[in-house]
């Protein structure tokens, strides 16, 4: 779709398939755009001419979504008004992460295809954070992927644009399971570590294949995560103890070690959960920080297999075409010292 074509079809442009999906304000089918035929997701929100108009959270949506250009980032290609209905035309994607995690059933993503599925959100999210937008909603329903599971973060409709410095927002913006504590002891100015805290909650789910803290209400939320990160305290959390819903007589809970509850995760692994599951907001390790955490071990493994090869190959050569002892040692030494270390990665970062 042209961009200048943006917002000046009617609803001849597109035709209904199936329903995919249902939303807060309404539903999302799959159909195709009638000019093009491609295949497209269609979002409709009812406009309600009497009270809202048009809902808040879908010109959020289309404002902020018309900002944003990143592959791993829904498109948003048109909007189309008609009578009392809005309807919002994305690129289609296969399934949500929801959906994805419920079809894998027995079956375990491998440490390639978590840290891939990682590295996508994360750079979304840090393209989002640049760009002064949090997403305020992640979750794995949030969170669209194709049959080659290429990340596509959909879901504006709770996002803002946040200036700094930084002002207080609304408090009850993300679905429970993956809501921040800072937003659960009630904090009034809170920024883009609430979207950091929502992708470590989706980052444990990848490897449980089920909810981390899984709390149906506020206080048992709050309790879930206590129960396994251990009660925060001044000491681990400075002034967490005069936000407006910490008691003192909460109940004690020591820290889980995370290696027991997830003990096919390497140090590495645990050790970038954990970063992410800080609890104090300032502690916890950026969107961009993060991606170097993924990106350097990949480079570092990267780097030593490929001189552990050219040492092999080296070697071979030598040892075949025997013109020096001396070369052929050397290069036979060089090898098995490169490749120790590759092994050492292997062990440390299972790659
Ligand atoms: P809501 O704001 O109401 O939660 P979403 O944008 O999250 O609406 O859409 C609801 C559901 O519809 C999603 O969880 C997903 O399953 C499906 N969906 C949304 N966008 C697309 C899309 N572009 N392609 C395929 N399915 C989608
Ligand atoms: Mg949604």
């Not at 002892?325 to 036979?332: E, G, N, V």
Request: charged share 25%; glycine share 4%; hydrophobic share 40%.
């Amino acid at each position: 779709m042209e961009k200048e074509d943006f917002g000046r079809h009617d609803k001849s442009i597109f035709q209904k398939i199936d329903k995919v999906g249902s939303g807060t304000y309404g539903e999302v089918y799959k159909g195709t755009n009638t000019k093009t035929k491609e295949i497209i997701a269609i979002k409709k929100i009812k406009i309600d001419l009497e009270n809202e108009g048009i809902p808040s959270t879908a010109l959020r949506e289309i404002t902020i979504l018309r900002e944003l250009t990143h592959p791993n980032i829904v498109q948003l290609k048109d909007v189309v008004c008609d009578n009392n209905k809005l309807y919002l035309l994305f690129e289609f994607v296969d399934y949500d992460l929801r959906k994805f995690l419920e079809d894998l059933d027995k079956e375990n993503l491998s440490e390639e295809r978590i840290k891939s599925i990682l590295y996508q959100i994360l750079d979304a999210v840090a393209y989002c954070h640049s760009k002064k937008v949090i997403h305020r909603d992640l979750k794995p329903q949030n969170i669209l992927l194709d049959k080659n599971e290429n990340i596509k973060i959909a879901d504006f409709g709770l996002a803002r644009a946040f200036s700094i410095p930084i002002r207080p927002y609304t408090k009850e913006v993300l679905t429970l399971w993956y809501r921040a504590p800072e937003l659960l002891l009630g904090i009034n100015e809170y920024s883009t570590p609430v979207d950091i805290w929502s992708i470590g909650c989706i980052f444990a789910e990848l490897i449980l294949k089920k909810p981390l803290f899984k709390g149906d209400y506020e206080i048992e939320q709050i309790y879930k995560i206590f129960y396994i990160l251990g009660t925060p305290h001044n000491d681990i959390w400075p002034d967490v103890s005069s936000l407006p819903n910490y008691q003192f007589d909460f109940p004690q809970f020591n820290k889980i070690n995370l290696h027991s509850l997830f003990p096919n995760l390497n140090d590495f692994g645990i050790d970038l959960l954990q970063s992410m599951l800080k609890y104090d907001p300032n502690q916890r390790i950026t969107a961009k920080e993060a991606l170097l955490h993924v990106s350097f071990f990949l480079y570092l493994t990267l780097f030593f297999t490929f001189f552990s090869f050219l040492a092999l190959f080296y070697c071979g050569q030598q040892i075949i075409g025997f013109r020096s002892h001396f070369l052929c040692f050397f290069y036979f030494c060089f090898f098995l010292t490169l490749n120790f270390f590759f092994f050492v990665n292997f062990i440390l970062i299972g790659f």
